[in-house]
């Protein structure tokens, strides 16, 4: 009988406790060290630091940890302004000053897209950046109510964890939206069974804040009640199906405005940018950068519901605007028509698949924005560089994705003009980017 020889499996790092000698960063201010001959990316490390940290990933390439204590400090490490920041999931970058995160995180997106297209030097623009504090006009509160000890944690995720950080305010949330932790402590265990009501969303419109709470079971109208007179400045709505919304009061139309008088009205569950400063800044730089005239027929991609559409439409002769969710494309041709906006043509179309033989799909644009998801515009940039529009800005929210679709419009023979930074996640490890693209 042959004796096959299996070499024994490596026994996982993952949940051990190790030393790490930090020498650089990421792009998303992750510290970088090495663990044997594997790369180890360092949450709440910093460059020049030696940390203790818990493995919580050990891949055949790479390990992830967390930092669990300093034992040598980086002169920009700093103890951080939220109470919370120990345990709370929401920002990632608290031991660290605004100025230093924006540097941080622009030097690690410069290295990871000259890495990917070969450019020697990027055409960094100032970036965009705004109040650090109360910016957030959108977000979701978590609750777990424990039965065994009747107690209603309100707040936050943990870092990699389930478990909700209880809080009493959010340093990063609009303040007329902080009311939400104290109404929801002061109501929510009152009810026969708390377990029912799995989380909360807040968001800010320009006329006042809304509240939509998601439960499981039915609420009385007694109940509701209780709610409302709790925060009668708030708009309360229900969610008791994903997407099906009831409201508690006289139905309103939800919106927010730009400096450019356009209004943008949007459903309950409708993607918005979290930073209404920042994203204003955006929109205006978009309009600089492409500097769309009345002979310029303009193409969109991932258009949403519109919030660079109709301010490039004010200017531009024309704007076809493209989006892949049709409730979405619906939600733009209504904000074409009440900004009175006749020039503006929205359709659906699956963007990453082949593009269908149409009337859009010629190349008849001279300029040419895109604003993509995470997973950026793989599929779609090919087939953009086939309409050879003149200009391309690209919008991105994920430096990684960008830096690949950056490589294809490099190599179609489209030359990077300008890049620029727009911190609309202060205090997080997210950077936005635009970029603008010529041929």
């Keep these: 009988m042959v004796n096959i020889y299996k070499a024994k ?3 996982s790092l993952q949940g ?65 302004l939220c109470p919370y920041a120990a345990s709370c999931g929401g920002c990632q970058l608290q031991h660290i000053s605004p100025d230093n995160q924006r540097q941080l995180k622009q030097q690690g997106i410069d290295k990871l897209i000259r890495h990917q297209t070969g450019l020697s030097a990027l055409p960094w623009q100032p970036m965009l950046v705004a ?43 609009a303040a007329p939206l902080q009311p ?43 109940q509701r009640q209780r709610f409302i007179a709790a925060w009668p400045e708030a708009l309360w709505l229900g969610e008791a199906h994903s997407g099906q919304f009831d409201y508690w009061q006289q139905p309103k139309a939800l919106s927010y405005g730009l400096k450019q008088g356009l209004q943008l009205e949007f459903a309950p569950d409708d993607f918005i940018q979290v930073n209404a400063a920042v994203n204003q800044l955006m929109v205006d730089q978009a309009l600089h950068w492409l500097n769309p005239t009345p002979d310029d027929n303009v193409l969109e991609l991932y258009a949403g519901m519109g ?40 359709q659906q179309a699956d963007l990453h698949l082949a593009w269908p033989k149409a009337d859009w799909n010629r190349p008849r644009y001279s300029k040419a924005l895109l604003d993509p998801a995470r997973a950026g515009a793989v599929g779609a940039v090919e087939q953009l560089c086939r309409l050879k529009p003149a200009q391309i800005l690209y919008v991105s929210c994920n430096a990684a994705t960008f ?20 911190d609309m996640f202060s205090y997080t490890s997210h950077l936005e980017l635009m970029a603008l693209f010529s041929r």
């Excluded at 929510?188 to 439960?215: F, G, N, W, Y």
């Excluded at 979405?328 to 209504?334: E, F, G, K």
Aim: proline share 3%; net charge positive; hydrophobic share 40%.
């Design 131 to 173: 109040d650090d504090s109360g910016y957030r006009r959108r977000a979701r509160i978590g609750l777990w109510y424990d039965k065994k000890q009747r107690r209603l944690s309100v707040g936050f995720r943990q870092q990699g964890d389930k478990q909700i950080t209880d809080v009493a305010s959010c340093m990063v949330l």
């Design 16 to 80: 051990k406790v190790l030393p790490f000698t930090i020498t650089d960063h990421d792009y998303e201010v992750h510290g970088i060290s090495q663990q044997g001959n594997k790369i180890a990316f360092i949450s709440a490390a910093l460059p020049g630091e030696e940390v203790q940290a818990r493995v919580s990933e050990d891949k055949a390439g790479f390990i992830k940890a967390s930092t669990v204590k300093v034992l040598s400090a980086s002169a920009l490490r700093i103890t951080p």
């Design 180 to 222: 939400i932790f104290t109404v929801l402590q002061q109501l929510v265990p009152t009810l026969a069974d708390p377990t029912i009501i799995t989380h909360a969303e807040v968001l800010l419109t320009d006329s006042q804040p809304v509240v939509i709470l998601r439960h499981t079971k039915a609420l009385t109208t007694e």
């Design 403 to 422: 830096a690949r679709d950056a490589k294809v419009l490099l190599q179609q023979g489209y030359q990077l003009q300008k890049i620029g930074g727009a």
């Design 307 to 346: 919030n660079f559409t109709l301010a490039l439409a004010q200017r531009a002769k024309s704007v076809q605007a493209l989006e892949g969710m049709a409730k979405m494309v619906q939600q733009l041709a209504t904000n074409a028509k009440v900004n009175g906006l006749s020039n503006v043509v929205a």
């Design 9 to 11: 499996p490596k026994a």
